[in-house]
C-alpha cells in the first residue's frame, strides 16, 4: 500500500511532534503534515489552518484522499483563530523568519510555558531567533535538514528566558553538535561576507552615511563571532570530543 511520504523538513517536524499532542498546523497548505500524523496516530486533536481558502482547498482535498477525518480546517490569519486550550503543539513551518514572528508576536499566549512551539523558517531566520531571544522565548532544541541541496533550520521552542548574541541569531542557539553545522556556519559566513563588501563599496563610492556605517561595523562584529563559533564547532566535533 501506498504511504503518505514526507519532505526532510516536515519529517523532523513530525519526529519531535509529541506523542499524543493536541496539534495545530499553521499555513497548512496541502496539510501533509497533519494528515501524516492522523495516519500515524501521533495526535489526539489536529487543527489545520490556513490564510486563504485555495491552500484550506487543498488540504481538505489530502485529507480526502488518504481517508482521514476528524482534522480541524480553519481559514485563519495565524493563529487568530486558534484558542490557547485547543493545541498545546504548533507548527509553522514553510514562511520567513519575520512572519513566523509576526504571528507569534500576535499570540502572547504562545509563549506561556504550556505550548511546544515547532518552527521551520525558509529565510530570515536570524530576525526570528532573534525575535525570540527578546520576547520571552527560548529555543529547547535545534537542527538541520537538507532538502533539494538546501540546510534549513528546525526548531523547538517554548516561553523562557535565553539571551542570544547577533552571532548567534545568524549561526544557530544550538548546532554545536549538529552534522551539517560547519557547513551552516560556512554559509552564512560567506552570506555575509559578500553583504559587507556590497556595502563597503557603496560607503566608498557615496556620499558619507552613518547608518550604514554603522551596519557594516556590525557585519564585521557578527562576522568575527560566526569565525569563532565554526572554531569552537570543530573543535567540539573532533574525533574522540
Not at 552571532?167 to 555575509?192: H, T, V
Not at 557578527?222 to 569565525?227: G, K, N, Q, Y
Request: glycine share 8%.
Amino acid at each position: 500500500m501506498k504511504q503518505l511520504e514526507l519532505t526532510p523538513r516536515l519529517r523532523q517536524l513530525a519526529d519531535w511532534t509529541p506523542q499524543g499532542a493536541a496539534f495545530a498546523d499553521i499555513g497548512t497548505d496541502h496539510a501533509l503534515l497533519p494528515v501524516w500524523l492522523v495516519l500515524q496516530g501521533r495526535v489526539r486533536r489536529c487543527i489545520a489552518s490556513d490564510l486563504r481558502t485555495e491552500p484550506l482547498r487543498r488540504a481538505r482535498a489530502t485529507a480526502k484522499l488518504w481517508n482521514v477525518s476528524g482534522i480541524a480546517f480553519r481559514l485563519c490569519d495565524g493563529l487568530s483563530g486558534i484558542r490557547p486550550e485547543e493545541a498545546d503543539t504548533i507548527a509553522i513551518a514553510g514562511l520567513g523568519g519575520e512572519n513566523i514572528a509576526a504571528i507569534l508576536e500576535n499570540a502572547p499566549w504562545t509563549r506561556d510555558g504550556n505550548h511546544v512551539l515547532l518552527l521551520q523558517p525558509m529565510t530570515r531566520v536570524e530576525v526570528l531567533r532573534r525575535f525570540l531571544s527578546e520576547r520571552g522565548y527560548a529555543i529547547r532544541r535545534e537542527t538541520l535538514v537538507r532538502e533539494r541541496g538546501i540546510l534549513y533550520p528546525v526548531m523547538e521552542a517554548s516561553g523562557g528566558e535565553m539571551r542570544l548574541t547577533r552571532g548567534q541569531c545568524y549561526g544557530g542557539a544550538k548546532l554545536s553538535r549538529d552534522p551539517l553545522g560547519d557547513r551552516y556556519l560556512i554559509e552564512n559566513i560567506l552570506r555575509l561576507q559578500n553583504a559587507l563588501a556590497g556595502l563597503n563599496r557603496s560607503i566608498r563610492t557615496g556620499a558619507r552615511n552613518p547608518d550604514k556605517e554603522t551596519r557594516a561595523e556590525e557585519l564585521r562584529e557578527i562576522l568575527t563571532e560566526l569565525l569563532e563559533m565554526r572554531e569552537a564547532w570543530r573543535h567540539d566535533n573532533r574525533p574522540g570530543n
